[in-house]
């Protein structure tokens, strides 16, 4: 199965900033998923992510304020834009692979 | 609206004290469920995906079980090791999207 590295394992941002989160998997994939992860709260999909196209958002997610890049087949970038305290979450990378799903560690974001 | 429920919340057990978990859901044309390990500061690791009412996966001291509403993870005689939050999962029919529940929280104490 794949292997996703993912930076920076964790942050402490000052509000109205932004983060840009990377995802770098070791092979070559056509999609990628953001997820976030609220204390407390499920998991829940921010935006799918292909490759020469826009990102695709859920409802409730605005590329405003998480923007993503896919460039290539093995890397993809979400920016969390403009945070405040209640972005705090970890934010994890996900690709899918033979058997399922696979994450990425996550980065764990705090906002102060 | 594609859902899915956890309990218990929290389980605490003795080592070789056998349990089960628990995972309902209500989903427009299942695609899989899936069966997560998340420890503390890390990603969810896979465990299993289930497919069709009756089908069974097993792996160590864990199995897995599908009914058409449910799946049972089932934990036969844990170790301490076993500590983590177990997630559980869905993909609606036509989606590409995972759709989880909050998971169950469980402590083998030794």
């Known amino acids: 199965s794949a292997v996703i590295s993912q930076k920076p394992s964790r942050d402490i941002c000052q509000r109205g900033t932004s983060l840009t989160i990377q995802c770098q998997v070791d092979?070559?994939?056509?999609?990628m998923f953001w997820y976030r992860q609220q204390p407390g709260q499920s998991l829940t999909l921010i935006a799918t992510a292909n490759q020469g196209s826009e990102a695709t958002y859920e409802s409730g997610f605005v590329i405003d304020k998480f923007p993503i890049s896919r460039p290539n087949l093995t890397f993809s970038t979400l920016t969390v834009s403009n945070m405040s305290p209640e972005d705090s979450s970890i934010y994890l990378c996900s690709v899918r692979t033979g058997l399922g799903y696979t994450f990425g560690s996550g980065t764990r974001l705090t906002v102060v | 609206e594609d859902q899915v429920t956890q309990s218990p919340e929290a389980l605490r057990l003795q080592e070789g004290e056998s349990s089960s978990l628990n995972c309902s859901y209500t989903?427009?044309?299942?695609?899989?469920l899936f069966w997560y390990r998340q420890d503390p500061g890390k990603g969810p690791e896979f465990l299993f995906t289930?497919?069709?009412a009756g089908e069974e996966k097993e792996k160590e001291r864990l199995k897995a079980t599908l009914t058409k509403k449910e799946s049972f993870l089932h934990i036969t005689a844990p170790k301490p090791e076993d500590s983590a939050t177990y997630l559980c999962a869905v993909r609606p029919g036509g989606s590409e999207k995972l759709v989880f529940g909050k998971g169950t929280k469980l402590t083998v104490n030794p």
């Open positions: 092979s070559q994939v056509t999609m």
């Open positions: 989903v427009s044309g299942l695609r899989g």
């Open positions: 289930l497919y069709s």
